[in-house]
């Protein structure tokens, strides 16, 4: 790829001029295609679960690259929102704009010093130079969804060639009950349309229904087809009227304390831009996760050109274990031990907690920013009602959970962005009392030194429902910690990107019957050979008290420190525009207390062909031991476009895959998929419902795509 070229200093001038004399010629460059896969795992440090909601971080990327960002017209917020720009970048594409206007081109990207060729390669997908308002000129809204590129149709299906246990025959025993099954076949079907423009409008509707779940029609039980039905109506830029939201939507203010959804990191190998949140506002929603969005209206008006409110109102029914009391002089009749957020409604026990509670969300949020886009401070409140009680089993680690129909929360936000600097933050109080704080700075210390810091404190109870800060616990709740990340490259090419991250819980937890502290720490060295080649090498511990189980006889819980080592080697070339390699070696130590240690590895080589423009090619092969479940391997895998796959191996044996991408026409893509895990010395694979006969675990994929 020959796009950019490095131009500093009067290079640099030079070449602006040349762009300058041509500004009448404004022209559109080809955006490079997205490669997903691989900036994910260049920002996630190592995936340690498949619980994490991966596609909701992929679909965010998808959104991003279909309605690519203008660096014309992109607020500090906006360009933060990326996560691949420091702030040294952020400033000088907002100084350089104050200077010389608006860019004519990506290209002039180059003339600018604080970006590198890299940082451009990453960002190029994702962003586009637009010098006219696109909007300026609007005709009617369904003559532009109607010639709108961004326009496609989306059908996928995929099934486990084995036989399982869910699918089976159910048994009565010796006493008479009959064993669980699944009520569906074991197809997983998705239809997904959407069509969306930049700051315009966004339109769509997700249906999907997962292996084991019926397709049934049965209104009185809220069954409509498939499982899972979502759809949104999305305005934006209407005078006043910033954004107009209706259906399903995302809201996320602040630094996700009190709102957040979307695109959320975390502690990665990202170490500096993955930390801050950024205020987005009301964006639509059209994945597929079933809890992680609301449900209703959502606006945002201009009240002054610094100051915006937001209103909004969500219902919907969430799945739930509903009981009902057993003592008369029990606080509730009737209440959950809390929300159920799997989405799967497989079995009699799933279909019964399905949709049992009933969720209304009710809110608003004011925010002010300042002329300069420098000074934002914002107001959040949130109120969460349910139409039955949560009521937290009886546990000691339970104490300071929440228990009732109704939390109030208000948050209030800030950032203050000077020179190569950022300060941000968030504070809320919940209805019991509890304080959540979170506060950070971002700094460029010098052209190839980045720092940032970010203190946290989650009182045991304080209470945020749909909050996703900065935490080692996946809720942020009963933690208080210090986080220190650092970004050097100290020569061209050469990039150090570390965090050392010091965490305490000041009450107890599930398997931790007594206050505990840890600390995590990550090293990740970066060589760039070439500009189609990258290899980095990381290495990651994390302590984290667990209570042993060592000793049956023990009478007051002991956690004891749980070391997790885990190092990764990775290498990804372009061999030609055409074929491209990636290897990766990883392997994890874990031992908890004084016991033995055990360990894991994987080793995958993936390969990728286009054989011209119609057809593409990827696999993998990949060789794993683990000597537990404790030390299984996370790697993520290629999948068809908006799926994602992080499979989590453990045992001995063998994993590969291949997928092809084919391009029938202007119209049509087809993606098909075949993975296989293969284990050695076992006779059966999963366990439960999920049981295999056998060594072996196959699944096919296809997914179509129609493009209106």
Same mark, same amino acid.
């Given at each position: 790829?020959?796009?950019?070229?490095?131009?500093?200093?009067?290079? $640099?001038? =030079?070449?602006?001029?040349?762009?300058?004399?041509?500004?009448?010629?404004?022209?559109?460059?080809?955006?490079?295609?997205?490669?997903?896969?691989? #900036?994910?795992?260049? #920002?996630?440090?190592?995936?340690?679960?498949?619980?994490?909601?991966?596609?909701?971080?992929?679909?965010?990327? #998808?959104?991003?690259?279909?309605?690519?960002?203008?660096?014309?017209?992109?607020?500090?917020?906006?360009?933060?929102?990326?996560?691949?720009?420091?702030?040294?970048?952020?400033?000088?594409?907002?100084?350089?704009?104050?200077?010389?206007?608006? #860019?004519?081109?990506?290209?002039?990207?180059?003339?600018?010093?604080?970006?590198?060729?890299?940082?451009?390669?990453?960002?190029?997908?994702?962003?586009?130079?637009?010098? &006219?308002?696109?909007?300026?000129?609007? +005709?009617?809204?369904? *003559?532009?969804?109607?010639?709108?590129?961004?326009?496609?149709?989306?059908?996928?299906?995929?099934?486990?060639?084995?036989?399982?246990? +869910?699918?089976?025959?159910?048994?009565?025993?010796?006493?008479?009950?009959?064993?669980?099954?699944?009520?569906?076949?074991?197809?997983?079907?998705?239809?997904?349309?959407?069509?969306?423009?930049?700051?315009?409008?966004?339109?769509?509707?997700?249906?999907?229904?997962?292996?084991?779940?019926?397709?049934?029609?049965?209104?009185?039980?809220?069954?409509?087809?498939?499982?899972?039905?979502?759809?949104?109506?999305?305005?934006?830029?209407?005078?006043?009227?910033?954004?107009?939201?209706?259906?399903?939507?995302?809201?996320?203010?602040?630094?996700?304390?009190?709102?957040?959804?979307?695109?959320?990191?975390?502690? +990665?190998?990202?170490?500096?831009?993955?930390?801050?949140?950024?205020?987005?506002?009301?964006?639509?929603?059209?994945?597929?996760?079933?809890?992680?969005?609301?449900?209703?209206?959502?606006?945002?008006?201009?009240?002054?050109?610094?100051?915006? =409110?937001?209103?909004?109102?969500?219902?919907?029914?969430?799945?739930?274990?509903?009981?009902?009391?057993?003592?008369?002089?029990?606080?509730?009749?009737?209440?959950?031990?809390?929300?159920?957020?799997?989405?799967?409604?497989?079995?009699?026990?799933?279909? &019964?907690?399905?949709?049992?509670?009933?969720?209304?969300?009710? $809110?608003?949020?004011?925010?002010?920013?300042? @002329?300069?886009?420098?000074?934002?401070?914002?107001?959040?409140?949130?109120?969460?009602?349910?139409?039955?009680?949560?009521?937290?089993?009886?546990?000691?680690?339970?104490?300071?959970?929440?228990?009732?129909?109704?939390?109030?929360?208000?948050?209030?936000?800030?950032?203050?962005?000077?020179?190569?600097?950022?300060?941000?933050?968030?504070?809320?109080? %919940?209805?019991?009392?509890?304080?959540? @704080?979170?506060?950070?700075?971002?700094?460029?210390?010098?052209?190839?030194?980045?720092?940032?810091?970010?203190?946290?404190?989650?009182?045991?109870?304080?209470?945020?429902?749909?909050?996703?800060?900065?935490?080692?616990?996946?809720?942020?709740?009963?933690?208080?910690?210090?986080?220190?990340?650092?970004?050097?490259?100290?020569?061209?090419?050469?990039?150090?990107?570390?965090?050392?991250?010091?965490?305490?819980?000041?009450?107890?937890?599930?398997?931790?019957?007594?206050?505990?502290?840890?600390?995590?720490?990550?090293?990740?060295?970066?060589?760039?050979?070439?500009?189609?080649?990258?290899?980095?090498?990381?290495?990651?511990?994390?302590?984290?008290?667990?209570?042993?189980?060592?000793? &049956?006889?023990?009478?007051?819980?002991?956690?004891?420190?749980?070391?997790?080592?885990?190092?990764?080697?990775?290498?990804?070339?372009?061999?030609?525009?055409?074929?491209?390699?990636?290897?990766?070696?990883?392997?994890?130590?874990?031992?908890?207390?004084?016991?033995?240690?055990?360990?894991?590895?994987?080793?995958?080589?993936?390969? %990728?062909? =286009?054989?011209?423009?119609?057809?593409?090619?990827?696999?993998?092969?990949?060789?794993?031991?683990?000597?537990?479940?404790?030390?299984?391997?996370?790697?993520?895998?290629?999948?068809?476009?908006?799926?994602?796959?992080?499979?989590?191996?453990?045992?001995?044996?063998?994993?590969?895959?291949?997928?092809?991408?084919?391009?029938?026409?202007?119209?049509? @893509?087809?993606?098909?998929?075949?993975?296989?895990?293969?284990?050695?010395?076992?006779?059966?694979?999963?366990? $439960?419902?999920?049981?295999?006969? +056998?060594?072996?675990?196959?699944?096919?994929?296809? *997914?179509?795509?129609?493009?209106?």
């Amino acid at each position: 790829m020959k796009l950019f070229r490095p131009l500093h200093g009067l290079a $640099g001038v =030079a070449a602006l001029l040349l762009l300058m004399s041509t500004r009448a010629q404004a022209q559109e460059y080809v955006r490079p295609p997205a490669d997903l896969d691989r #900036l994910v795992q260049e #920002l996630f440090a190592e995936p340690q679960s498949d619980d994490v909601p991966y596609e909701d971080l992929y679909e965010t990327l #998808l959104q991003y690259y279909q309605t690519p960002l203008n660096l014309n017209t992109a607020s500090a917020e906006e360009l933060r929102s990326l996560l691949l720009l420091r702030e040294q970048q952020i400033a000088s594409l907002l100084e350089h704009r104050k200077q010389y206007g608006s #860019l004519l081109s990506i290209y002039e990207l180059q003339s600018i010093p604080a970006f590198d060729l890299r940082t451009i390669y990453r960002v190029a997908p994702f962003v586009t130079v637009v010098n &006219a308002n696109p909007n300026a000129a609007r +005709g009617p809204l369904w *003559q532009r969804v109607y010639k709108e590129d961004n326009n496609a149709l989306f059908l996928r299906y995929e099934r486990v060639l084995q036989d399982r246990k +869910g699918y089976s025959e159910p048994t009565t025993s010796s006493t008479g009950t009959t064993s669980s099954r699944y009520a569906g076949s074991p197809d997983k079907l998705m239809m997904r349309y959407r069509v969306s423009h930049t700051r315009d409008f966004s339109f769509g509707f997700t249906a999907e229904k997962d292996a084991g779940e019926q397709l049934a029609w049965n209104p009185g039980q809220r069954r409509y087809g498939p499982d899972f039905l979502s759809a949104h109506m999305l305005l934006q830029e209407r005078g006043r009227l910033k954004t107009l939201a209706l259906g399903d939507y995302q809201l996320q203010f602040g630094q996700g304390l009190v709102l957040s959804s979307g695109l959320q990191v975390g502690k +990665g190998a990202e170490t500096i831009t993955t930390i801050r949140r950024s205020s987005l506002g009301v964006r639509a929603y059209s994945s597929v996760l079933e809890s992680t969005f609301y449900r209703g209206a959502a606006a945002t008006a201009s009240l002054t050109k610094q100051i915006q =409110a937001t209103g909004f109102l969500s219902r919907k029914r969430v799945d739930a274990n509903v009981q009902q009391a057993q003592d008369s002089l029990a606080d509730f009749d009737e209440f959950s031990s809390g929300i159920v957020l799997t989405g799967f409604h497989r079995t009699a026990s799933e279909l &019964a907690n399905r949709k049992a509670l009933q969720e209304t969300i009710g $809110g608003g949020n004011i925010g002010f920013q300042s @002329t300069d886009g420098s000074l934002t401070v914002g107001l959040t409140a949130v109120n969460t009602h349910y139409d039955k009680a949560i009521q937290k089993r009886d546990e000691p680690y339970n104490a300071y959970e929440f228990q009732g129909k109704d939390n109030l929360i208000v948050g209030a936000h800030y950032g203050y962005s000077r020179g190569n600097w950022n300060v941000f933050g968030e504070t809320a109080r %919940s209805s019991g009392g509890g304080i959540g @704080t979170v506060n950070g700075l971002l700094a460029s210390l010098a052209s190839n030194v980045d720092a940032s810091i970010l203190y946290r404190y989650y009182a045991r109870d304080f209470h945020t429902f749909y909050g996703l800060a900065l935490s080692e616990n996946t809720r942020n709740i009963n933690e208080s910690g210090l986080y220190l990340g650092l970004k050097v490259r100290p020569v061209a090419r050469w990039e150090v990107s570390a965090y050392y991250d010091q965490f305490s819980f000041p009450w107890l937890k599930y398997r931790v019957g007594a206050p505990s502290h840890g600390n995590d720490w990550l090293l990740r060295l970066t060589f760039q050979p070439t500009k189609t080649s990258t290899l980095y090498a990381q290495f990651r511990a994390r302590t984290k008290p667990y209570d042993s189980d060592t000793d &049956a006889n023990r009478l007051t819980p002991d956690p004891e420190p749980t070391v997790r080592h885990s190092l990764l080697a990775y290498f990804n070339t372009e061999v030609t525009p055409a074929f491209s390699l990636r290897t990766r070696v990883q392997g994890t130590r874990y031992r908890e207390g004084t016991g033995p240690t055990s360990t894991g590895f994987l080793l995958a080589q993936d390969a %990728s062909v =286009a054989i011209g423009r119609p057809l593409r090619l990827s696999a993998r092969y990949a060789l794993f031991d683990t000597d537990n479940f404790d030390t299984r391997q996370y790697a993520f895998e290629q999948d068809v476009l908006y799926a994602f796959s992080v499979p989590g191996l453990s045992g001995r044996g063998t994993r590969m895959y291949l997928l092809a991408e084919v391009r029938m026409n202007r119209h049509l @893509t087809l993606w098909m998929r075949y993975a296989t895990t293969r284990y050695r010395d076992v006779e059966t694979v999963g366990s $439960g419902l999920e049981e295999i006969q +056998g060594a072996e675990r196959s699944e096919v994929k296809a *997914q179509l795509r129609y493009r209106l």
